[in-house]
């Protein structure tokens, strides 16, 4: 048992090891001391405010329709975006959920208000398109992004513990390449216009949406995820507001575990139990929560396949900078590699359909797993190639 | 520590901090705030500018001040 721990603790330390001299370092200082708590009251206040809110809203999106323990999942939900565009087949995730388009127009509203818009891109697109492609192929190979593994935790699905550890591993695995020198170069600044693409394109969704919805592809009633929703009015509002907050807060589901391995920096970690916690009272009073591994609503039972599918979501997250949430808001504000991101993560949404790569209640396919070892040979190649040969070319 | 150095990776943040604690100055790594950007990332908080020396990896070098940020320095096309 010991010789475990001490195989765990050297492990750890050569993995960590910038890191832990970096603190070692900062801890020497007395002068350096307090200052490492940067965020005020106000600031914790606030993203403690709003990620209590992502958790009521979530679970009242449920309660007007939402798939259970869905009430926002930005992977699931670009899939469905996807399958009503017509990218993917799969008839029963087929809905163009107004949630996606609230988050980037709540964000790109917010951002024009504070004068915060900036248009700037040019960070490795195609590298972070391939990034959110295969960030898409472990969340459905998980069946949710890190907000909605939160949302199942707090619902009482056991089975999003492994994504939950899966997901913490893959972000130190990230953290890994980015102590090491893993950089997808500087941004540069842009035109106004083209950082308004995405979010006009967002509008026009929203148009063709509400004036020729026969265009579309619907889920029917009862025939599967997609054609659970709550009302267009109420999923549009929602996702406005909490793009708006987002923007203000910077919520993120990986910043959190990322800034708190790093920095012991916990703002953005309360964002994240406090999703958690309310989402789990309102699932409470409402007589959601479920607990338990067997019977969990758009979950499978395969432990392993859990956790690697979000080991990949949150490795290739660290990778791109922040969740699938983050990748919304700042596409909102004018980051267009964030744009370029949320196309990869709707491309493999509907890859993940159109070749049998997303599991089911039934569990994992057999084409799945294969695609989640592929994705994770490609972010490692990824972050190898930008972490280290930049280096040697030098 | 009245100067935020804001870096276009986290790696440039890292390399900075060591380099500027070798010269002897103290340093540390920090999230941007939020009332400085709102995108997210890694600064360093130092008490001596590198304004002499701003390298390509450098965004952004700004003074705090008692209203706010004062910007010292900013990378071309940023």
């Not at chain 1, 958790?55 to 992977?75: D, E, K, Q, T, Y």
């Not at chain 1, 997303?358 to 070892?373: Q, R």
Request: with cysteine; glycine share 12%.
């Amino acid at each position: 048992m010991d010789l475990k721990i001490r195989t765990c603790e050297v492990f750890f330390k050569v993995l960590y090891w910038p890191y832990v001299k970096n603190r070692l370092q900062v801890t020497e200082s007395d002068e350096l001391r307090g200052t490492l708590m940067t965020s005020s009251k106000k600031e914790r206040f606030l993203i403690a405010g709003v990620g209590a809110l992502v958790g009521i809203v979530s679970v009242l999106l449920v309660f007007f329709g939402n798939p259970a323990n869905m009430g926002f999942c930005i992977a699931c939900f670009l899939r469905d975006t996807a399958g009503a565009l017509g990218l993917h087949q799969t008839a029963a995730v087929q809905y163009l959920r107004p949630e996606i388009i609230g988050l980037i127009l709540g964000s790109f509203f917010m951002a024009l208000g504070r004068k915060e818009f900036a248009a700037r891109g040019g960070s490795s697109p195609m590298t972070r398109f391939v990034l959110g492609f295969f960030v898409a192929i472990g969340c459905l190979m998980f069946l949710g992004c890190p907000l909605r593994m939160v949302l199942r935790l707090a619902g009482g699905d056991g089975n999003a513990l492994w994504g939950l550890a899966g997901f913490v591993m893959g972000i130190l695995c990230g953290i890994f390449f980015l102590n090491h020198g893993y950089s997808l170069k500087r941004t540069y600044k842009q035109s106004f216009p083209e950082g308004t693409v995405l979010p006009i394109i967002e509008v026009l969704l929203l148009v063709l949406l509400v004036t020729a919805p026969a265009l579309l592809h619907f889920t029917e009633a009862g025939a599967g995820p997609g054609g659970n929703h709550a009302p267009l009015l109420i999923s549009l509002c929602a996702g406005l507001i909490l793009g708006a907050l987002a923007q203000r807060t910077r919520l993120c589901m990986v910043a959190g575990i990322r800034d708190f391995v790093l920095f012991r920096e916990w703002t953005m970690l309360l964002g994240f139990a406090a999703i958690l916690v309310s989402a789990f009272v309102c699932n409470l009073l409402a007589s959601f929560w479920n607990p338990g591994f067997t019977g969990q609503p758009l979950s499978h039972t395969d432990g392993l396949w859990n956790a690697l599918g979000m080991l990949l979501a949150g490795f290739g997250c660290v990778l791109l900078g922040g969740c699938p949430l983050r990748q919304l808001i700042l596409s909102g504000e004018g980051n267009t590699d964030s744009a370029v991101t949320v196309l990869g993560l709707l491309a493999g949404g509907a890859f993940a359909h159109n070749f049998g790569l997303a599991s089911s209640a039934g569990g994992p396919t057999t084409a799945g797993k294969a695609a989640v070892v592929i994705g994770l040979a490609v972010v490692c190649l990824i972050a190898c190639v930008n972490t280290f040969v930049p280096k040697k070319q030098g | 520590m009245n100067y935020i150095v804001t870096f276009f990776s986290h790696f440039g943040a890292i390399r900075f901090k060591k380099e500027w604690e070798k010269a002897g100055h103290p340093a540390i790594l920090m999230p941007v705030p939020r009332n400085l950007s709102s995108s997210c990332g890694t600064c360093v908080r130092c008490s001596v500018p590198p304004l002499n020396t701003p390298s390509d990896e450098m965004e952004q070098i700004v003074k705090i001040t008692a209203e706010g940020y004062q910007t010292l320095y900013r990378a071309d096309n940023s």
